[in-house]
């Protein structure tokens, strides 16, 4: 898709984790909005690995670094699958794609990225979590809705 001014394309990214809403959330962009991305401006999917356990901190100042080395590499080699299972659904509708991997707190590492890669439209899926589970653990589509600065879609599942 084209912007009306300076005829920019626009710049879309999907944040992707393990969750059926964001697998949901993806489905639905390629579904209806595959026209915003074309080679020039590919759709930009974006997943945030966990930040290594503080326990695991405890347990390498007691010679367990190789643990953390581990644990890392794992949650790197999970982050780059469920980035290619989410490639590999954009390849078969034709839409191209990138894929970035980044390590942080999910809403700042998104509102982060979204900042840095002048996106126009970030898309999330939504876990649907009720009003006291996102009171006591966050929600991070709510909390991008409120800092990112473009437009945010948050796409629920129907259930």
Avoid at 1 to 23: L, W
Avoid at 33 to 59: H, M, T, Y
Avoid at 108 to 122: K, Q
């Amino acid at each position: 898709m084209e912007s009306g001014e300076k005829g920019r394309a626009k710049k879309v990214m999907v944040a992707v984790d393990e969750s059926d809403c964001s697998h949901y959330a993806l489905e639905w962009m390629l579904n209806n909005l595959r026209e915003c991305c074309s080679p020039s401006s590919p759709l930009i999917l974006f997943n945030v690995q966990s930040i290594v356990d503080l326990g695991l901190l405890a347990a390498a100042s007691h010679g367990g670094a190789q643990l953390i080395q581990s644990v890392s590499e794992q949650q790197k080699k999970f982050s780059m699958a469920l980035l290619e299972k989410a490639k590999a659904m954009c390849d078969k509708e034709g839409v191209a794609a990138n894929m970035i991997s980044e390590v942080g707190d999910p809403k700042d590492a998104i509102c982060g990225a979204v900042e840095r890669l002048n996106v126009n439209l970030l898309i999330l899926g939504s876990r649907g979590r009720g009003l006291l589970k996102r009171t006591f653990l966050g929600s991070v589509s709510n909390y991008c809705v409120h800092n990112a600065p473009c437009s945010v879609l948050v796409v629920k599942k129907k259930t």
